[in-house]
């Protein structure tokens, strides 16, 4: 997807998120055979359940349709949560990634693996997990030392002090045909597996 047509997509699609209570995180057009796919995704500090998603995607087609946007080609629309090993790239998702283990890959080199205790305007206070029976230690991160960051899966976290499960990335899509003769459309909105089975 070129710049200038990701860049209009957000300027369309991102007032439209908001209003709806959440973020926009992340929208990508891709091209399957002849068909393309528009992927947006989107997550507040509560999350988005599968609801929120259908309302948000039947908000963001009906707004498409009203414009050249997509232009006049076949499409479908994808509308998903960012699952749960998702990147972390903004202040906010630092945030909502409290409580979770992540792995960081830093600018001076190397990489490390610790959970979020804390997030302030400057860095991360981190708890580091202890290895051969050590206990663990706390770490502070300063925001500029971190190159990229990545949230880990727990399935069998011994301590579950009130943190927060990984959530699956949820999402609906909308087929979104249209015929330039006759301006119809067919939109109808199913969950991801629905499509697959």
């Given at each position: 997807?070129?710049?200038?047509?990701?860049?209009?997509?957000?300027?369309?699609?991102?007032?439209?998120?908001?209003?709806?209570?959440?973020?926009l995180e992340e929208i990508?057009?891709?091209?399957?055979?002849?068909?393309?796919?528009?992927?947006?995704?989107?997550?507040?500090?509560?999350?988005?359940?599968?609801?929120?998603?259908?309302?948000?995607?039947?908000a963001l087609s009906a707004?498409?349709?009203?414009?050249?946007?997509?232009?006049?080609?076949?499409?479908?629309?994808?509308?998903?949560?960012?699952?749960?090993?998702?990147?972390l790239t903004e202040h906010?998702?630092?945030?909502?990634?409290?409580?979770?283990?992540?792995?960081?890959?830093?600018?001076?080199?190397?990489?490390?693996?610790?959970?979020?205790?804390?997030?302030?305007?400057?860095?991360?206070?981190?708890?580091?997990?202890?290895?051969?029976?050590?206990?663990?230690?706390?770490?502070?991160?300063?925001?500029?030392?971190?190159?990229?960051?990545?949230?880990?899966?727990?399935?069998?976290?011994?301590?579950?002090?009130?943190?927060?499960?990984?959530?699956?990335?949820?999402?609906?899509?909308?087929?979104?045909?249209?015929?330039?003769?006759?301006?119809?459309?067919?939109?109808?909105?199913?969950?991801?597996?629905?499509?697959?089975?």
């Amino acid at each position: 997807m070129s710049t200038t047509q990701s860049e209009r997509l957000r300027e369309l699609l991102e007032p439209l998120v908001a209003s709806q209570g959440l973020d926009l995180e992340e929208i990508a057009v891709d091209s399957v055979g002849r068909k393309r796919v528009l992927r947006v995704v989107v997550d507040s500090d509560t999350g988005a359940d599968l609801d929120r998603i259908a309302d948000v995607s039947r908000a963001l087609s009906a707004k498409l349709d009203e414009t050249d946007a997509m232009g006049d080609a076949e499409y479908t629309l994808e509308v998903g949560t960012p699952g749960a090993e998702r990147s972390l790239t903004e202040h906010r998702h630092f945030v909502r990634a409290t409580d979770r283990l992540v792995r960081f890959q830093l600018h001076e080199g190397g990489e490390l693996v610790a959970r979020i205790l804390g997030v302030d305007d400057d860095g991360l206070d981190l708890e580091v997990p202890g290895v051969k029976g050590r206990k663990a230690t706390t770490r502070r991160i300063a925001f500029g030392e971190i190159d990229k960051a990545r949230v880990q899966v727990e399935f069998n976290r011994k301590d579950d002090g009130g943190a927060k499960a990984p959530k699956p990335s949820e999402s609906t899509e909308h087929d979104t045909q249209h015929d330039p003769e006759h301006d119809t459309e067919n939109n109808s909105v199913n969950t991801t597996e629905e499509e697959e089975a």
